[in-house]
């Protein structure tokens, strides 16, 4: 075991050996230390504020077979809905009058959403309210994202989920590792906002992975960065965890804010959330400990209560109503980080 070292300053950059390092270590000054360095960089570049998105999950169809995720389409477990242009859009109505300046639309890749389709509501959107608008609906073609864009959508979130070519393929049935990472170049040169991410945990995901995962966040100079746990769910064919902890990283919460604080580190301005993920492992503790830890985003669900409960990526027991609770959860999540929630849109402006 290489021994312990203290962070590094923010003008130097953490090499793949130093991430390994810190993915592994067991002692908890040196992990301390990390995250107090990683939340000073946090303040250093992006200030105290804590932006709040608005999460709307609009559709729980999905033609793929994620071996980890509920909405796989051949599970019969899950209840699916869709919710049509009229929905979407008085959902995004309330939630700018209650005081949201990001709408994030997610689905399972569904083609019901056609490209004319998302296009007239990116546009009705960008015309009538006064928000940012991120997209997550999936590998769609390079035309297709350009279109949206030019309607008005400025982020657009796709994780590349794992690094591991291998276990990619494992987990992804017919798709491609190579055409998902291609997806986010493509987005970069659109001009979009892009975001990406991981699952910790992952069975069979290696530290290695991991380390690699943070180089590739910066080399792709990716901008918002979703990094939450892997959450079992027993209606996938996928088991648990991978035994070996030596070889393979566990889904804990200390991983997780763990690769919050070096993805701080190594990318410094870009935005971070406190996964909602996070929250379903640690829901009192985990916002308020990934925000000191280096995140500075939070996203509360904002899917109309009628169907929120549906979109069962994982087993959740608590629903939160982004709508209906809005101050209370903001309170509470001001009161918890000690920072105050910002009021503009929360674009990433690079600064390094
Ligand atoms: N169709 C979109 C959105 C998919 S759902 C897309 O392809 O980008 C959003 C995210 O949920 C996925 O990217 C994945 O990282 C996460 N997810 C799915 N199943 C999960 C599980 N069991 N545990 C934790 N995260 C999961």
Redesign the pocket.
């Not at 997610?106 to 890749?109: D, I, R």
């Not at 939450?228 to 769910?233: L, R, S, T, V």
């Given at each position: 075991m290489k021994k312990p070292t203290k962070p590094p300053p923010t003008n130097k950059t953490l090499s793949r050996e130093d991430l390994l390092h810190y993915l592994k270590t067991s002692d908890p000054k040196e992990l301390a230390d990390l995250y107090r360095f990683a939340d000073g960089v946090r303040k250093e570049y992006m200030g105290d504020d804590i932006h709040i998105r608005g999460l709307m999950n609009i559709s729980s169809y999905?033609s793929r077979e994620?071996l980890?995720?509920?909405?796989r389409n051949s599970n019969p477990a899950t209840i699916r809905y869709r919710m049509e242009e009229g929905d979407i859009l008085a959902a995004v109505e309330q939630a700018c009058e209650t005081g949201y300046k990001t709408i994030l639309m997610?689905?399972?890749?569904d083609e019901f959403y056609t490209e004319e389709k998302v296009a007239s509501i990116v546009r009705a959107i960008y015309k009538r309210f006064d928000a940012a608008i991120g997209l997550?609906?999936?590998?769609r073609p390079a035309p297709v994202l350009r279109r949206w864009f030019d309607e008005g959508a400025c982020r657009y979130?796709?994780?590349h989920?794992t690094s591991d070519p291998e276990l990619y393929a494992k987990l992804h049935p017919g798709m491609d590792y190579g055409k998902r990472q291609a997806v986010l170049v493509t987005l970069k040169e659109i001009g979009y906002q892009v975001g990406s991410?991981i699952?910790i945990g992952l069975p069979g995901q290696t530290y290695e992975s991991v380390a690699d995962d943070i180089v590739l966040f910066r080399d792709l100079d990716i901008d918002m960065i979703g990094c939450?746990?892997?959450?079992?769910?027993p209606e996938?064919p996928l088991k648990h965890t991978t035994p070996d902890r030596e070889r393979f990283i566990q889904p804990l919460d200390e991983y997780v804010l763990r690769v919050t604080a070096l993805n701080r580190i190594v990318t410094k301005d870009t935005m971070i959330p406190a996964t909602t993920?996070l929250n379903v492992l640690s829901p009192e503790t985990g916002a308020r400990d990934a925000l000191s830890a280096g995140a500075n985003v939070v996203m509360f669900d904002i899917t109309p209560t009628a169907v929120k409960k549906h979109y069962t990526?994982?087993p959740k027991t608590a629903f939160s109503d982004g709508i209906a609770d809005y101050t209370i959860l903001k309170k509470n999540l001001e009161a918890k980080a000690r920072r105050p929630a910002g009021t503009g849109y929360g674009h990433r402006e690079k600064k390094r």
């Open positions: 999905c994620c980890y995720c509920g909405l997610q689905s399972g890749e997550s609906f999936g590998e979130l796709i994780k989920e991410g699952m939450g746990p892997y959450i079992h769910n996938t993920a990526i994982y």
